[in-house]
């Protein structure tokens, strides 16, 4: 009878630790529909742009090679793998491009691009972020004070139209964005979007 109990506790404990593990989300061509920006929880991140490429003059090998050249050159600067090819394919007259950055910093600074990935926590962040946003659960406005207040929360400025994924649950987001989803918001425009969530 104790055998029986003792598995039966081990057993349990299994099946309680793989329910809490927290879900993983990769990105992958079939599933690319927009452009689209996953945050992993390490502050690892994986950005996908489509476009047509449906002209005969258009070649994927050379914009493979485009694509290498720059990214090897910044990594090359930087002093180590900061950026990967994850996928350059040909998707029904569209070409889609993953790449992997190991921090925001990089993605800025490849891209040219203001971005800002910090804790809700964070004193003296050297952006103008808004002062109203929507709460995600109860979809109504709250005050800056009440969306940062969480010290557990992450923060994530953008400044380009994307399909943003985060590893996680958004808790609040700035009023330009549309919430899809628990974990997936659409920004709309080149403003800054504003995205607090719980890893």
Avoid: W
Wanted: aromatic fraction near 12%.
């Amino acid at each position: 009878m104790k055998k029986v109990l003792l598995y039966l506790f081990i057993l349990l404990s299994f099946v309680l630790m793989n329910g809490c593990k927290k879900e993983e989300i990769f990105l992958s061509v079939d599933d690319i529909t927009a452009n689209t920006f996953l945050l992993k929880r390490d502050g690892s991140l994986y950005v996908a742009i489509i476009e047509d490429f449906d002209k005969n003059y258009y070649n994927l090998s050379e914009l493979n090679e485009f694509v290498a050249k720059e990214v090897n050159a910044y990594n090359e600067k930087a002093g180590g793998k900061e950026i990967n090819i994850e996928k350059l394919e040909l998707k029904n007259g569209r070409v889609v491009m993953i790449l992997g950055y190991s921090k925001m910093a990089h993605y800025s600074a490849f891209n040219n691009m203001p971005a800002a990935y910090f804790g809700a926590d964070t004193k003296d962040v050297a952006l103008e972020l808004p002062s109203q946003y929507l709460d995600a659960k109860k979809n109504e406005v709250v005050d800056k004070d009440t969306a940062l207040k969480n010290g557990k929360n992450k923060v994530l400025v953008l400044y380009e139209p994307y399909e943003i994924i985060v590893e996680g649950d958004i808790k609040y987001y700035s009023e330009n964005a549309t919430l899809v989803d628990k974990n997936r918001i659409r920004s709309a425009d080149e403003n800054m979007t504003v995205v607090i969530y719980r890893p």
